[in-house]
């Protein structure tokens, strides 16, 4: 089993900062890929941004320029340091980590944690 534990959000002023953690524990796989995601009242859960390795990321384009995930995998901790927030960026951002084995995809979940953008 894997628990991921988020930390960080907070209510900030619109074009503020903040930087969400993520630590994982447990049976991490040594191939997996790490990532937030977003689900705002009333809409689906959605794509922030994944990082596979340490440097290879990708970003849904409405905070491309504006958040950065990173990760440290000594300490198995993801990081999504956002910026120049947005009342749009409102929402419970959850921690994802994909365990790539055997072929398989094995998806785990932390609680979600609140980011409210206030304008």
């Known amino acids: 089993q894997v628990q991921l534990v988020e930390s960080g959000g907070g209510l900030v002023q619109a074009g503020g900062s903040l930087r969400l953690s993520c630590a994982a524990s447990g049976s991490i796989a040594s191939i997996n890929i790490m990532g937030w995601y977003r689900q705002a009242p009333g809409k689906q859960r959605e794509l922030v941004g994944t990082?596979?390795?340490?440097?290879?990321?990708k970003y849904a384009d409405s905070v491309k320029g504006r958040f950065s995930i990173s990760r440290d995998n000594a300490k198995n901790t993801v990081y999504l340091q956002m910026n120049s927030l947005k009342s749009e960026d409102t929402a419970v951002y959850y921690c994802?980590?994909?365990?790539?084995?055997?072929?398989?995809?094995?998806?785990?979940w932390g609680q979600g944690t609140q980011v409210t953008v206030s304008s």
């Open positions: 994802n980590l994909q365990n790539l084995r055997f072929g398989l995809r094995f998806d785990y």
């Open positions: 990082i596979t390795g340490v440097r290879s990321t």
